[in-house]
């Protein structure tokens, strides 16, 4: 019995499960609020309860996977977290389709259109004591001014990334567990 059970766990981690993701149902209605004239943007409600459940649900069955970094010491902002990553344009195309398509009907940026979100979508999860340290894609002077998101769940937080992205971070858990589905919105 406790071969079997071997067997079965070495199986399972030869190759990672593809998850099996709950449909989303169209939003109507989403507005998309500006926060202080920056490049910082919410939608609320747009999972529904039920859809970040089942998302949830799903990741967890992929498998979350320990994140961690150098540190500030080696250059790297401080990491403590858990996070799954998987490519499944299927998944970035029922999240665009489902109510984000039309709040970006009306947005350039430098003359490009959005037209979906990136097909490789990552799940962070928190849990108490586990946090990601303030970090930058690229290197940019923003100044001293700070914007605070607190989390709510199914909101929406949209940033700049690349050269105009902001400096940011996920502050340290307190109570709970907090789960984060993050892709990029693509323009061309």
């Known amino acids: 019995m406790a071969e079997a059970a071997t067997k079965r766990r070495a199986a399972d981690n030869k190759a990672p499960r593809k998850p099996k993701w709950h449909l989303l149902q169209p939003k109507l209605n989403l507005h998309i609020r ?29 498998g979350f996977e320990h994140q961690g970094s150098l540190g500030p010491a080696k250059g790297e902002a401080y990491r403590n977290n858990d996070r799954i990553s998987v490519n499944d344009p299927a998944l970035a195309d029922m999240v665009w389709q489902s ?33 990601f340290g ?6 940019v002077d923003l100044g001293k001014e700070k914007r605070t998101v607190a989390p709510a769940e199914g909101m929406v937080l949209l940033h700049i990334h690349g050269d ?25």
């Open 34 to 62: 500006r926060l202080k004239n920056h490049d910082l943007f919410t939608v609320q409600n747009f999972f529904l309860t039920a859809e970040s459940k089942a998302l949830i649900k799903a990741a967890k069955s992929t």
């Open 99 to 131: 109510g984000l398509s039309k709040l970006f009907s009306d947005i350039k940026i430098r003359g490009r259109v959005a037209v979906g979100l990136n097909p490789n979508i990552m799940f962070y999860r928190y849990k108490i004591g586990q946090h």
């Open 134 to 139: 303030r970090h930058i894609g690229e290197s």
């Open 164 to 188: 105009k992205c902001m400096l940011h971070e996920a502050r340290n858990v307190s109570n709970g567990i907090k789960y984060v589905f993050r892709s990029d919105v693509v323009f061309a």
